[in-house]
């Protein structure tokens, strides 16, 4: 099993650019997330998607957009790439809301210039 | 409010000396207990997790979590530490009810030292 992938894996932008990551789980999982990660912050959460056709904010949701396209894709939307958002971002999916834990993908390294 | 406080950032040790990473959580409901690790530029994978039974859970690779509800404690042990055990390790709680998102500790770096 893939479990969840993540594309792309590492991605340069200009300040300004948009860009699109994705995000697939082929577990048939309800839940999914997108998280940021960087150094002693921890892991924040910028977006989830407690079921198909919902979404929430999560700690960080400004300067980002998400789509939850289907069961399996959750993607997530940089609209206009500023340098605070250089980070390595990653998503999840859990059965149901995290009772049994995540999955997490390898990551998207993203540097904004 | 839920919290999980990670008590030491670093934490260096030397090949096969035994290791706990402390985590310790505030929540005045049942919640449930998880052990992240994060190798070097790799994702998340889940280590060890408490949902109710036993207060003492183990990982196949030897770590194991003792679940103190009276000191809101869920620390992770290991007997004896590999080279290869040189990771990130995240403590994360989640409630029970309706919104059972994961709150997480800020990490532990574990560097096993020859």
């Known amino acids: 099993n893939a479990g969840v992938t993540q594309t792309p894996k590492f991605q340069v932008l200009k300040t300004g650019q948009s860009m699109t990551l994705q995000c697939a789980q082929d577990?048939?999982?309800?839940?999914m997330y997108w998280y940021r990660q960087d150094p002693g912050m921890g892991l924040r959460l910028i977006y989830y998607?407690?079921?198909?056709?919902?979404?929430d904010k999560g700690e960080v949701p400004n300067g980002y957009n998400v789509s939850r396209l289907n069961k399996r894709e959750f993607s997530l939307r940089l609209e206009s790439a500023a340098p605070s958002q250089t980070s390595v971002y990653f998503c999840?999916?859990?059965?149901?809301?995290?009772?049994?834990?995540?999955?997490f993908g390898s990551g998207t390294r993203l540097t904004v210039v | 409010a839920q919290s999980v406080t990670q008590l030491d950032s670093q934490v260096p040790v030397f090949e096969e000396a035994p290791v706990e990473l402390r985590c310790n959580y505030s929540?005045?409901?049942?919640?449930?207990l998880f052990w992240y690790v994060q190798y070097p530029n790799q994702g998340l994978q889940l280590l060890l997790k408490?949902?109710?039974?036993s207060t003492l859970v183990e990982s196949i690779n030897g770590f194991e979590a003792e679940f103190n509800k009276s000191q809101t404690s869920f620390h992770l042990r290991k007997p004896s530490v590999h080279i290869s055990d040189t990771a990130e390790y995240f403590c994360?709680?989640?409630?029970?009810?309706?919104?059972?998102?994961?709150?997480w500790g800020l990490g532990t770096s574990l560097a096993v030292n020859p």
């Open positions: 999840a999916s859990s059965e149901w809301q995290g009772d049994y834990g995540y999955t």
């Open positions: 577990m048939n999982h309800n839940s």
């Open positions: 998607s407690a079921s198909e056709g919902t979404t």
């Open positions: 929540s005045s409901v049942s919640v449930y």
């Open positions: 408490y949902l109710s039974g």
């Open positions: 994360a709680v989640s409630e029970g009810g309706n919104n059972r998102k994961l709150i």
